[in-house]
T-cell receptor, first 117, second 113 residues
Framework: AQKITQTQPGMFVQEKEAVTLDCTYD???????LFWYKQPSSGEMIFLIY??????QNATEGRYSLNFQKARKSANLVISASQLGDSAMYFC??????????????FGKGTHLIIQP | DTGVSQDPRHKITKRGQNVTFRCDPI?????LYWYRQTLGQGPEFLTY????????KSRLLSDRFSAERPKGSFSTLEIQRTEQGDSAMYLC???????????FGPGTRLTVT
């Protein structure tokens, strides 16, 4: 079975600082993908970044980068130069070939990030 | 290009009643997913369609739940004989052929009284 663990229930960060949100995963699938989503208080899940397990380079999307360490089974999200609008819940998720389903995502419990001015 | 839309946004129903939710995916997205999210938790996968075919169903999807996507476009999720434990946010997502990223709708918040 697949499992995502996010060990930080909440984080407070000063505006303009970099933020690292932790995510570890467990899977027996040889091929899998890792995602990060942002959920503001409005409730909508916003796709941020994707990393395939066979991708050679860490994924980046603007201020977001994914620090993928396959041997450690970690996929941390790094947000550079944080902004007040980054305050939200952040979810790490995984897709795999088997376990929870080939295409259905398995989500962690999330990290509530609060950016302080 | 409009995003994923869901209707209704909120639904309050009495225990034992049936409810139906609708999801319209992004056009040209052939895959459509349903998730359920309870307070303080991440979304949980329920089921997914590729075009009109329902390819996966989670163990969470009890016999009271049924989903359809008759023409490979919009989808409906029906819950029969609702229970208080069904109270949750029901999220729909879609993805483009060959892409793994799933794009979510705003959700339908169900409250069973």
């Amino acid at each position: 079975a697949q499992k995502i663990t996010q060990t930080q229930p909440g984080m407070f960060v000063q505006e303009k600082e970099a933020v690292t949100l932790d995510c570890t995963y467990d899977t027996s699938d040889p091929s899998y993908g890792l995602f990060w989503y942002k959920q503001p208080s409005s409730g909508e899940m916003i796709f941020l970044i994707y990393q395939g397990s066979y991708d050679q380079q860490n994924a980046t999307e603007g201020r977001y980068s994914l620090n993928f360490q396959k041997a450690r089974k970690s996929a941390n999200l790094v947000i550079s130069a944080s902004q007040l609008g980054d305050s939200a819940m952040y979810f790490c998720a995984m897709r795999g070939v088997s376990g929870g389903g080939a295409d259905g995502l398995t989500f962690g419990k999330g990290t509530h990030l609060i950016i302080q001015p | 290009d409009t995003g994923v839309s869901q209707d209704p946004r909120h639904k309050i129903t009495k225990r034992g009643q049936n409810v139906t939710f609708r999801c319209d995916p992004i056009s040209e997205h052939n895959r459509l997913y349903w998730y359920r999210q309870t307070l303080g938790q991440g979304p949980e996968f329920l089921t997914y369609f590729q075009n009109e075919a329902q390819l996966e169903k989670s163990r969470l999807l009890s016999d009271r739940f049924s989903a359809e996507r008759p023409k490979g476009s919009f989808s409906t999720l029906e819950i029969q004989r609702t229970e208080q434990g069904d109270s949750a946010m029901y999220l729909c997502a879609s993805s483009f052929p060959g892409k793994y990223e799933q794009y979510f709708g705003p959700g339908t918040r169900l409250t069973v009284t």
